[in-house]
């Protein structure tokens, strides 16, 4: 098949066009570079089965294609904020681009939605059936509003227009390649712990998140696009939960007796700094993936421990080139 990966050149996209080159499809990895790097795509670019195209998903787009997945989107917080109208404008704007673009050439398109439609939620874990507790008017409804819209867009044209749509709903998700300065949790622990500095916690570190390991996550993906009886909104995530102190304590012990990568030095005695919570911090968030275990036989396979020893290798790696 020939197969469009918008977002293909962030941190998920990029696994996800590595599996379908190996699959033998035909992959486009379409990028605006906001979060993306070329670093992430850089070893498939010899792949004659592989093409780059540098565009913003605001923007239509004419290509033919099968399949869609639409990933483009800052994922983090901080990137996500840094222009909240251009997220929002992403996410709906884009998704409908992208929604008009399977329309027209009859292709199933899979969205990239997120845990945070759920927001601060009442209940854990969280089902598909959970209506969510989003503030729309704080500092990450740019986001959380948008992929709500993009889930609604999708509905839409799936009643309307019988396009051919799959929605799953990632929850945080971790590995090789988030960039260095992405701001979410794991990377900015593991990072600061490789630098001997002192580890960040925002509030108290009582909030909780489930981490899954991103081969699992794109296992998770695919099989939603390839199966037949659902369209979905369907979690993808790992159900283990951790609070953000234990998480912090977790990296601390996996890295903490290594000494710091030249030239950092070490500070704070590489302990943890309290800094405020920032607004709107989701409390707990634990994906139940009852659906996905029954109509996709899918569940994580890939321990903490396995996953975070890919990932601060890979980070220790980047650090030592810059470094
Ligand atoms: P990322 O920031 O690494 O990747 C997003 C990619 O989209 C980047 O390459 C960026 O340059 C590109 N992009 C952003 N806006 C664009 C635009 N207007 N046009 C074209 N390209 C654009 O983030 P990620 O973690 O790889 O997330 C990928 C997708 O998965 C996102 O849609 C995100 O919302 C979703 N998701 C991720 C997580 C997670 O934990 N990583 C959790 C829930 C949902
Ligand atoms: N967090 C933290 N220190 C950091 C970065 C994040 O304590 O340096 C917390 C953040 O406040 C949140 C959790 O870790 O409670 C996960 O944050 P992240 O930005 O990774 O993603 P989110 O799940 O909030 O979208």
């Not at 036989?297 to 903490?304: A, T, Y």
Request: charged share 25%.
């Amino acid at each position: 098949m020939r197969i469009l990966v918008t977002g293909g050149a962030g941190f998920i996209g990029s696994h996800l066009c590595e599996r379908l080159l190996n699959e033998g499809h035909d992959v486009l990895c379409l990028d605006n570079f906001f979060t993306g790097s070329k670093d992430n795509i850089i070893h498939l670019m010899d792949n004659h089965r592989f093409e780059l195209i540098r565009h913003d998903i605001t923007q239509p787009m004419l290509l033919e294609v099968d399949q869609i997945y639409n990933l483009a989107c800052p994922a983090s917080p901080v990137h996500y904020q840094y222009n909240p109208v251009k997220t929002t404008k992403t996410s709906v704007v884009g998704t409908i681009n992208m929604l008009g673009l399977a329309k027209r050439v009859r292709a199933r398109i899979l969205q990239a939605s997120t845990s945070e439609v759920y927001g601060d939620p009442k209940v854990s874990p969280q089902k598909e059936d959970y209506w969510g507790n989003v503030n729309c008017i704080g500092i990450r409804s740019c986001y959380d509003e948008g992929k709500r819209v993009a889930e609604t867009l999708m509905m839409d044209y799936y009643r309307q227009n019988k396009v051919d749509i799959r929605i799953v709903r990632i929850f945080n998700t971790y590995g090789p390649r988030m960039a260095l300065n992405d701001g979410r949790v794991v990377s900015n622990f593991i990072v600061q712990a490789l630098k001997g500095q002192p580890i960040t916690i925002y509030g108290n570190g009582s909030q909780t998140r489930s981490f899954c390991y991103v081969s699992d996550l794109v296992e998770g993906m695919v099989r939603m696009m390839n199966q037949d009886k659902f369209i979905g909104p369907v979690n993808l995530g790992n159900p283990d939960e951790y609070t953000i102190l234990e998480f912090a304590k977790k990296i601390k012990k996996f890295i903490g007796a290594t000494p710091p990568i030249p030239p950092f030095k070490k500070g704070g005695a590489g302990g943890v700094v309290f800094k405020p919570l920032p607004q709107d911090d989701p409390m707990q968030r634990r994906p139940d993936i009852t659906l996905a275990r029954k109509k996709l036989k899918w569940e994580p396979r890939v321990s903490l421990e396995k996953g975070l020893a890919e990932t601060v290798g890979y980070f220790r790696r980047r650090l030592e080139v810059r470094g």
